[in-house]
């Protein structure tokens, strides 16, 4: 007979869960997407007339010819101009496919929104959105000052207030997700996260590690608290501040 385990007498918390990195015809909102690829992913949408599209510059990889390109204007576009941030955006409508891949290695990550749900998204990780995706953002003082010592650094903000919507993600890396319970908390190294739910609360941890004779030096970490989701990336880059 074998031995019996000793019972646990505190459970585990679930550890991060790596997000899927392929779809086939992934239909939500109306609108129909695929991903394919594994190294440098490619993300596949299948536009509607009534159905647009918009997306970051540069990352067009192939279209259709039906498919046309414009520009579409950005919500508070003077108070983007002030922070240097983009005015527009690209957009595309028509009837046919296009696709789209970042120039980097990494995990695209599709996020289905229902109608009034809002995510907060890590600058420069933005690929595309459905029309019903709004595109804003938040200057966050204090971290970036901390960390490098310059004037801080952006969240975008993605809020469905007309309906529901997709909008996808670029992760470094791969992307695995953390679902917190209300008042669960993880840690995560500053590069490290790439989305949270609005009802995820981020903070800034410094500790300050002493190696005594030779000196002291900061380690930081964002903390989030529960409820909602938190999205990391296994690969990160640190992107410069601006002054």
């Not at 809002?118 to 901390?146: I, P």
């Amino acid at each position: 007979m074998s031995a019996q385990l000793a019972p646990k007498t505190s459970p585990l918390t679930d550890r991060p869960v790596l997000l899927p990195t392929s779809a086939a015809g992934e239909t939500f909102a109306g609108v129909t997407y695929h991903l394919d690829g594994e190294l440098v992913p490619v993300l596949t949408i299948e536009i509607k007339p009534d159905q647009p599209v918009y997306f970051e510059h540069h990352i067009l990889l192939w279209k259709n010819t039906t498919v046309s390109i414009g520009i579409k204007a950005m919500k508070g576009a003077l108070k983007r101009m002030m922070a240097g941030l983009q005015i527009f955006v690209t957009e595309a409508r028509g009837n046919g496919q296009i696709a789209f891949s970042r120039d980097g290695a990494g995990h695209i990550v599709p996020l289905h929104l229902s109608r009034d749900q809002e995510v907060h998204v890590r600058e420069h990780q933005f690929l595309a959105a459905t029309k019903h995706v709004e595109y804003t953002f938040e200057r966050v003082k204090g971290f970036a000052n901390m960390l490098m010592g310059g004037t801080g650094f952006f969240i975008d903000k993605f809020h469905c207030r007309e309906g529901d919507g997709i909008l996808w993600l670029h992760g470094y890396g791969n992307v695995f997700e953390k679902t917190l319970a209300a008042g669960e908390q993880i840690e995560i190294e500053p590069g490290g996260w790439l989305y949270k739910d609005s009802s995820v609360r981020m903070e800034t941890n410094l500790q300050k590690i002493s190696s005594g004779f030779f000196g002291s030096m900061n380690f930081i970490t964002n903390r989030f608290t529960g409820p909602g989701r938190v999205g990391l990336q296994s690969m990160y880059l640190h992107m410069p501040t601006e002054e």
